[in-house]
DNA sequence: GTACATTTGTTCGTATGTATT
DNA sequence: TAATACATACGAACAAATGTA
């Protein structure tokens, strides 16, 4: 269960999947405080770069959440939001850019589902847009 | 609308919002094949990490798609699926693991919507789950 | 409030491996 | 085979944000 530079697996996708199995145990439960950059490399060897990568990767993902300063925390799990849809009514998926992020205050690996209304029956007026994000 | 290394914006993030800015406006259309690394630092400036950072935030994104030997190319936008739920069924949208990914066979940046079915009244057992992907 | 240590963010450089053309 | 292009990994330095004594 330890990493092995040696694998076909690049040691980077080694350690996310370590830490990923963690968060999913319960191990690291959500709110947990993960070792700092350095404390990874004395445990899991690698560089910088590559712990880096690994965190990156659970980011992506949407597990984790880093904060210059402070470190990196296992994220609360997101909120669940109801949305009501009536005929002609669209609705996609996708994951925000970075300026949106910013904009809707959200972290890296939070996918938005925006609406996009058809009739004129409801509050809104046609062609308006809703975005739902989860916390 | 060029690269400013002085600014308080970093280089990597001003790269990838001038590229996500010429995928939008369909100088970039889909299927398009970006520069390569070498040519982008010829063209841009900045160390070949740079380049590749911001490439990640539109990997991210789901705007681009990179091929080891071949290149990156613009992402054709994901498709429309209906997915018709009862009461009580549940539904949330999430990032897939990059094992995940390789199961369903996704690019990054492509977030899954999965329901859970609350009633046997369809052609799923209760507790069942249906993924749904956009390619 | 200041000073300091800690932690992450950004950027550069270099080298080697792997996949595609 | 050779050239091109991306993937991984290591090392180094400085900046910025945070927390603490």
Redesign the interface.
Known sequence: MDIDPDSDRPVY?QL??LL?EQIHSGQLPPGALLPSEPRMQQRYGGCRDTIRRAM??LR???LIATKQGEGTRVRRS?Q?HTVHLGPGD?A????????ERRELGVD????I?EVTRAGADREMFPGDRTTIV?G
């Open positions: 996708r996310a999947d990923r990156a990767v992506a993902e949407g997101a669940r669209q996609i998926i996708r994951v925000p850019s970075d300026l890296e690996g939070v996918p589902f989860g």
